[in-house]
């Protein structure tokens, strides 16, 4: 594999601050790039045509929309799909199927295409200032991947490949769930103790959720999973986090969202999770507390008092 990624064309769909951010990684490793939204001056079809890479960076409610007009547009015979959006699809899913990935949408749409997932702790501010970070490219074509890993990566940030397409991409949907819990444990001033236990559970319930949809359970031990958790967790930036934050001041989730720059995907994650966790009898009691509390059917208090008083049990369950 070589050490230089030639010049790719790079088109990104989606022009919020992860879109942007990777526009800004894609120009400073010297490719050309093409930034696309629904308020862009230029068409989807003049930023798509000949582009070697097309990355999606769209919001989960956008993913289908703008998978199904990109289908209705030339698209070169090599062009790889990158897709960055960390939520799970609303509109699929029931007794007998798992609802769809941004990936699986992507590749539905484009059989005959490579798919890449990245996803990683990659707060976007931190690496618009040059801060160094770190995240992971997935895909079931390898030379995708590397294409990916080298057309993204710099001194400042560095790309892993992994061949656990689902795994990478669920750690990065399922932690928002968690995020939004611990954002409302450090509103309440709950304390390092609390927060830790939180992390820690969180993590199981990540796993358990994902060895049950067929992802290896390593997976959430790396950058895409515990490192996601990690940042996100303990960052102020986080959107999710700011969530969690918010409803425990006694804000309304409405009055939260009003305030709020971009999309909190953990919202919608957390009600496809629970939905998805009710059909199959998996348990996951944080994020049907989060659930509860973002519908406005208990406290904050009372989702902390109710995870509490949950049964003892040994702690591998």
Request: proline residues 5%.
């Amino acid at each position: 594999m070589s050490s230089a990624s030639p010049s790719l064309t790079i088109a990104i769909l989606g022009a919020g601050a992860w879109g942007s951010t990777l526009g800004i990684l894609a120009c400073q490793t010297g490719h050309t790039v093409r930034l696309w939204s629904r308020h862009s001056p230029h068409t989807l079809q003049e930023t798509v045509a000949g582009a070697d890479v097309i990355i999606s960076a769209v919001s989960m409610k956008g993913v289908r929309s703008v998978a199904m007009q990109t289908q209705a547009e030339e698209i070169a015979p090599h062009a790889i799909f990158v897709t960055a959006t960390k939520g799970l699809d609303p509109d699929s899913g029931n007794e007998t199927n798992l609802p769809l990935s941004p990936s699986q949408i992507w590749q539905r749409a484009f059989p005959n295409h490579p798919v890449v997932v990245l996803s990683g702790p990659n707060l976007s501010e931190e690496i618009q200032q040059g801060l160094p970070a770190a995240t992971v490219v997935a895909s079931a074509d390898l030379a995708a991947a590397e294409t990916i890993q080298l057309a993204l990566s710099s001194p400042s940030f560095r790309v892993y490949t992994n061949s656990d397409v689902l795994g990478v991409e669920l750690g990065g949907i399922l932690k928002n769930v968690i995020a939004i819990a611990v954002g409302t444990c450090e509103g309440l001033k709950l304390g390092t103790n609390a927060k830790a236990a939180l992390v820690t559970r969180g993590l199981a319930e990540i796993i358990r959720i994902g060895a049950y949809w067929g992802a290896q359970p390593d997976t959430f031990y790396g950058l895409s999973g515990l490192g996601d958790l990690l940042a996100t967790c303990n960052s102020a930036l986080s959107r999710n986090y700011q969530v969690g934050y918010g409803l425990a001041q006694g804000n309304s989730l409405q009055a939260v969202l009003a305030n709020l720059k971009g999309t909190a995907e953990g919202i919608n994650t957390t009600q496809v999770l629970v939905r998805l966790a009710e059909q199959q009898q998996i348990a996951v009691p944080i994020s049907q507390q989060v659930d509860r509390l973002l519908k406005g059917e208990i406290t904050p208090e009372a989702a902390v008092e109710a995870l509490m008083q949950r049964d003892y049990k040994p702690e591998n369950l």
